[in-house]
């Protein structure tokens, strides 16, 4: 690749306590690359993603998102959360705003969008997720995969160059699932770059460049999502693949 | 099975609905709850009757303490009587009216308050220039107004602006305390907690005696500061550091997933609290915070022992007049009164802001 990577981890370390959480975490994201991060749970998968936009510190190491490397500076904080998006496991909806104003309020007030246009915006993320008649309700008026999919839209609201999902399906009823990872293939077909948490492995197969496995904090594996499932290396690969795949 | 399917069955029985039936149910379900009924209603209507003709039947509306001490009832004549000095306290007699317009013009602002479709800047703006016009009709020295100076203000105003302008300051000071004590800047938080735990700790009644007499001690000698002043200072930071500890509750309350979002979505920390946050806290704590607001309302009485007259201790020297010294019970009823409707009123109108706020957001 002649781009420099897009986001960049050079050995990053991080500790809850005494607690080890991330050991040594390398990796770099290519513009518009699809990756996909699986692992046990407490594996500090959400860890190395909130890490990303600073929901988390990192103690050691460097982080780089378009080259601007997170530090304390909170100028660089903010430059970097405006470049990236993020998709939470139990959606985090504003519930005392209007669907609409949950993703206008973000181009508004960190923007300084004029209201009209962040609404025009709002209006074509939502018919792009498959809900523009919901614009007026409140989250709490919407099924679990209706609000998932209006996190989506408030994230793309703000136009950022990667989105981060962080289990986007797990809260969600089965028959809901399908219609959130439609969203999220859609969306990587638009050639979004990604780093999805998720063990949906189907949605895997078909979008992701590669696939990356964590275990107690580090990346023990990553590879293209057909040697990953095909020709598992490690043996704590192999046993996780058995875990979630076989019944 | 098929039974329970159809319609006629659903309906519970004609025993169990209606008045008969809430009767049956709640009053009349045994013996026992027999006897309790009867008891209760005899209870009720001997002491409704002996209220009724104490209060109304055998009661003197009108007329001179003589009038009443021949009357077996209560004796109202003594609200007419004093009246002046019960709702303006020692204000000057013959200028009645602009107490009582400034008494006036504060309910007007606060009636126009309530509507939601208000809120806003004009509506800000409005309470000021309320408060300077109240301030102007009080205290006079312009527009041919009398001088009045603030030692002679008394009664329902007093007792109104004290408890308005406490609300309105402490508010704001207490949000700021609330979010201080969360803070993760160590020096901010430990002030912030110095604060509402000196305040909270000690009774109102040592704060306004501290700040009416204590207070000047430090100042230099020849600087006074108004005492009335220092009263509203009194209750703003004893109020304050209730409604912080209340909004802490409040913002404690938010899941934390809604910081996250807004951080996520780039939003500085004030907005995050003013647009995400706060508005969610605020809400869960009505409740709390209007219990906080009653309680100052009625609390403002307790600046009688620095010698001001609120509605409370002008009610209760007015009757010191040995005339009407026996009709202690019917002045007090009557301050009783005053003070119910203004708690009242909060109370129901914070009862209709809950579901108001709620509207929409239920599942
Ligand atoms: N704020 C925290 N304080 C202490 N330990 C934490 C905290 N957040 C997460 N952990 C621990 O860090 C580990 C990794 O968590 P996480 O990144 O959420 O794992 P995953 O998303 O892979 O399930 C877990 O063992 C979890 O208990
Ligand atoms: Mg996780």
Same mark, same amino acid.
């Given at each position: 690749?002649?781009?420099?990577?897009?986001?960049?981890? @050079?050995?990053?370390?991080?500790?809850?306590?005494?607690?080890?959480?991330?050991?040594?975490?390398?990796?770099?994201?290519?513009?518009?690359?699809?990756?996909?991060?699986?692992?046990?749970?407490?594996?500090?998968?959400?860890?190395?993603?909130?890490?990303?936009?600073?929901?988390?510190?990192?103690?050691?190491?460097?982080?780089?998102?378009?080259?601007?490397?997170?530090?304390?500076?909170?100028? @660089?904080?903010?430059?970097?959360?405006?470049?990236?998006?993020?998709?939470?496991?139990?959606?985090?909806?504003?519930?005392?705003?209007?669907?609409?104003?949950?993703?206008?309020?973000?181009?508004?007030?960190?923007?300084?969008?004029?209201?009209?246009?962040?609404?025009?915006?709002?209006?074509?993320?939502?018919?792009?997720?498959?809900?523009?008649?919901?614009?007026?309700?409140?989250?709490?008026?919407?099924?679990?995969?209706?609000?998932?999919?209006?996190?989506?839209?408030?994230?793309?609201?703000?136009?950022?160059?990667?989105?981060?999902?962080?289990?986007?399906?797990?809260?969600?009823?089965?028959?809901?699932?399908?219609?959130?990872?439609?969203?999220?293939?859609?969306?990587?077909?638009?050639?979004?770059?990604?780093?999805?948490?998720?063990?949906?492995?189907?949605?895997?197969?078909?979008?992701?460049?590669?696939?990356?496995?964590?275990?107690?904090?580090?990346?023990?594996?990553?590879?293209?999502?057909?040697?990953?499932?095909?020709?598992?290396?490690?043996?704590?690969?192999?046993?996780?693949?058995?875990?979630?795949?076989?019944? | 099975?098929?039974?329970?399917?159809?319609?006629?069955?659903?309906?519970?029985?004609?025993?169990?609905?209606?008045?008969?039936?809430?009767? *049956?149910?709640?009053?009349?379900?045994?013996?026992?709850?027999?006897?309790?009924?009867?008891?209760?209603?005899?209870?009720?209507?001997?002491?409704?009757?002996?209220?009724?003709?104490?209060?109304?039947?055998?009661?003197?509306?009108?007329?001179?303490?003589?009038?009443?001490?021949?009357?077996?009832?209560?004796?109202?004549?003594?609200?007419?009587?004093?009246?002046?000095?019960?709702?303006?306290?020692?204000?000057?007699?013959?200028?009645?009216?602009?107490?009582?317009?400034?008494?006036?013009?504060?309910?007007?602002?606060?009636?126009?308050?309530?509507?939601?479709?208000?809120?806003?800047?004009?509506?800000?703006?409005?309470?000021?220039?309320?408060?300077?016009?109240?301030?102007?009709?009080?205290?006079?020295?312009?527009?041919?107004?009398?001088?009045?100076?603030?030692?002679?203000?008394?009664?329902?105003?007093?007792?109104?602006?004290?408890?308005?302008?406490?609300?309105?300051?402490?508010?704001?000071?207490?949000?700021?305390?609330?979010?201080? *004590?969360?803070?993760?800047?160590?020096?901010?938080?430990?002030?912030?907690?110095?604060?509402?735990?000196?305040?909270?700790?000690?009774?109102?009644?040592?704060?306004?005696?501290?700040?009416?007499?204590?207070?000047?001690?430090?100042?230099?000698?020849?600087?006074?500061?108004?005492?009335?002043?220092?009263?509203?200072?009194?209750?703003?930071?004893?109020?304050?550091?209730?409604?912080?500890?209340?909004?802490?509750?409040?913002?404690?309350?938010?899941?934390?997933?809604?910081?996250?979002?807004?951080?996520?979505?780039?939003?500085?920390?004030?907005?995050?609290?003013?647009?995400?946050?706060?508005?969610?806290?605020? *809400?869960?704590?009505?409740?709390?915070?209007?219990?906080?607001?009653?309680?100052?309302?009625?609390?403002?009485?307790?600046?009688?022992?620095?010698?001001?007259?609120?509605?409370?201790?002008?009610?209760?020297?007015?009757?010191?007049?040995?005339?009407?010294?026996?009709?202690?019970?019917?002045?007090?009823?009557?301050?009783?009164?005053?003070?119910?409707?203004?708690?009242?009123?909060?109370?129901?109108?914070?009862?209709?802001?809950?579901?108001?706020?709620?509207?929409?957001?239920?599942?």
């Amino acid at each position: 690749m002649v781009d420099q990577p897009f986001i960049q981890l @050079n050995r990053v370390n991080k500790w809850y306590g005494e607690f080890h959480v991330l050991r040594d975490i390398s990796l770099s994201v290519a513009k518009g690359e699809r990756i996909v991060i699986c692992g046990p749970s407490g594996s500090g998968k959400s860890t190395m993603i909130r890490c990303i936009n600073r929901l988390e510190e990192h103690q050691q190491g460097q982080i780089f998102v378009e080259g601007i490397e997170l530090t304390n500076d909170v100028k @660089n904080v903010d430059a970097i959360r405006r470049e990236v998006g993020m998709v939470f496991q139990s959606f985090n909806l504003f519930p005392h705003l209007t669907v609409l104003e949950n993703l206008t309020l973000a181009p508004i007030w960190v923007k300084q969008m004029p209201k009209a246009e962040a609404e025009d915006i709002a209006m074509t993320y939502l018919k792009r997720v498959q809900i523009p008649e919901q614009a007026h309700k409140y989250p709490g008026q919407l099924s679990g995969g209706q609000q998932q999919r209006v996190a989506i839209a408030r994230s793309l609201c703000m136009n950022p160059k990667v989105m981060l999902f962080d289990e986007p399906t797990s809260a969600l009823d089965p028959e809901m699932i399908k219609e959130v990872l439609d969203v999220m293939v859609e969306l990587a077909e638009s050639g979004m770059t990604m780093l999805v948490v998720t063990h949906e492995m189907g949605f895997a197969r078909t979008v992701a460049d590669r696939v990356i496995f964590m275990d107690r904090g580090e990346i023990v594996e990553e590879d293209t999502p057909e040697e990953f499932f095909t020709h598992p290396k490690s043996d704590r690969t192999k046993l996780f693949l058995s875990q979630i795949l076989g019944h | 099975m098929t039974d329970i399917a159809a319609g006629s069955v659903s309906r519970p029985p004609a025993a169990q609905t209606g008045v008969v039936g809430w009767l *049956r149910q709640n009053l009349f379900s045994n013996w026992f709850n027999c006897a309790l009924t009867f008891l209760a209603l005899y209870v009720i209507v001997v002491g409704g009757k002996a209220l009724v003709d104490w209060a109304l039947l055998d009661a003197t509306f009108v007329g001179t303490f003589e009038d009443c001490r021949k009357g077996t009832g209560a004796c109202w004549a003594v609200v007419a009587e004093k009246r002046h000095f019960m709702l303006f306290g020692t204000y000057p007699y013959e200028e009645a009216w602009r107490p009582a317009a400034a008494t006036a013009l504060f309910i007007v602002t606060l009636l126009v308050s309530t509507r939601r479709s208000l809120w806003g800047r004009p509506l800000m703006i409005g309470w000021i220039a309320s408060f300077i016009v109240m301030g102007v009709l009080m205290r006079g020295g312009v527009l041919g107004l009398t001088p009045v100076t603030t030692e002679n203000w008394g009664g329902l105003p007093l007792t109104l602006m004290l408890s308005s302008i406490g609300i309105i300051a402490a508010f704001p000071l207490g949000l700021v305390l609330a979010l201080g *004590r969360r803070s993760t800047m160590p020096i901010i938080k430990a002030l912030s907690v110095a604060f509402i735990e000196l305040v909270r700790g000690v009774p109102l009644i040592s704060v306004l005696f501290m700040a009416s007499v204590m207070f000047p001690l430090f100042l230099p000698e020849g600087v006074t500061i108004d005492k009335l002043l220092r009263a509203q200072v009194g209750i703003i930071m004893f109020a304050a550091a209730y409604i912080a500890e209340a909004v802490r509750g409040g913002l404690q309350a938010v899941p934390k997933g809604q910081f996250e979002a807004a951080d996520a979505l780039g939003l500085s920390y004030w907005k995050s609290m003013r647009l995400i946050i706060l508005p969610q806290a605020l *809400r869960i704590v009505i409740p709390p915070l209007v219990g906080i607001f009653i309680g100052m309302f009625k609390d403002t009485s307790l600046v009688l022992i620095i010698g001001l007259y609120d509605l409370l201790n002008a009610v209760r020297t007015s009757i010191n007049d040995p005339n009407w010294r026996a009709f202690g019970t019917e002045a007090y009823i009557f301050a009783a009164a005053v003070f119910f409707v203004f708690c009242y009123f909060m109370s129901k109108y914070s009862q209709y802001l809950e579901r108001l706020l709620a509207a929409g957001r239920n599942r």
